[in-house]
């Protein structure tokens, strides 16, 4: 049986589809952000996350969890010295940062000019008039009225969990202010996983609309489709004549 050369065209350029496309699949496996969500945590309701398995996922495999403070998530690698500071120049040795700007769940790097150290200190180690005492924080030896050339923000992790993976069934896992979340706060949760391990993942954080649910963010179309469509162009040349 003889094929025209556009028939023989179309069968070619599906094989060549489904090569790309399987060669492309060997590499695909890969850890991605499943799931990167803001929720506000009310201790009511709690925060659940679930992962739903696919049916042929490694026992072995994970899903990893890690919840940051919301404000603290957006300033994360930052440097606040404009933001942060209500003085670039220490008072003996203390520092004094803008309370308006310190969000919760965060810690500050602080570099010195003539002390020639960098001194690290936590939100909550800053007093509610924002000053803080760098020398309580550091062994080195710090000079009086000294410059901050700056500071840098870095978003300390509130939740670091794992979930194993169960073949073709779900996990899940709650999370309460026993786990360090405040009622009220918001949070940014992130869940890492193998998406050709993991099929979806949910977070629920209890609240009207506050569910929220990743898939394994892979194309809404693959070899299947693409041969499909390959196959009905060519039905539609021949009903049109055009099979030459």
């Not at 209500?86 to 570099?111: H, I, P, W």
């Not at 500071?151 to 194993?164: F, L, N, Y």
Request: net charge negative.
């Amino acid at each position: 049986m003889a094929f025209s050369r556009f028939t023989t065209a179309v069968v070619a350029l599906a094989l060549i589809t489904v090569s790309i496309a399987g060669a492309a699949g060997l590499g695909a496996a890969a850890v991605t952000d499943m799931a990167n969500e803001e929720v506000i945590f009310d201790d009511s309701s709690n925060l659940t996350v679930s992962v739903d398995w696919r049916d042929g996922a490694d026992s072995s495999a994970t899903a990893d969890i890690t919840v940051y403070g919301e404000d603290a998530y957006h300033v994360d690698g930052d440097d606040v010295t404009d933001s942060h500071l209500n003085a670039t120049t220490l008072t003996g040795t203390v520092a004094e940062f803008d309370t308006e700007n310190v969000s919760n769940d965060t810690s500050f790097d602080v570099e010195l000019d003539s002390s020639a150290t960098t001194v690290t200190i936590a939100a909550a180690d800053i007093a509610d008039d924002g000053t803080v005492d760098l020398s309580t924080h550091t062994a080195d030896s710090l000079t009086a009225d000294d410059t901050i050339l700056s500071v840098t923000a870095t978003a300390d992790t509130v939740v670091s969990d794992s979930m194993t993976a169960d073949p073709g069934n779900t996990t899940e896992a709650e999370y309460t202010t026993a786990d360090g979340l405040t009622d009220g706060d918001s949070y940014r949760v992130i869940v890492s996983a193998d998406d050709t391990e993991a099929d979806s993942v949910t977070v629920d954080d209890g609240s009207i609309g506050g569910i929220f649910t990743g898939a394994d963010g892979s194309p809404g179309f693959g070899v299947g489709v693409a041969v499909i469509a390959i196959a009905s162009a060519m039905v539609a040349r021949v009903r049109l004549g055009g099979g030459s």
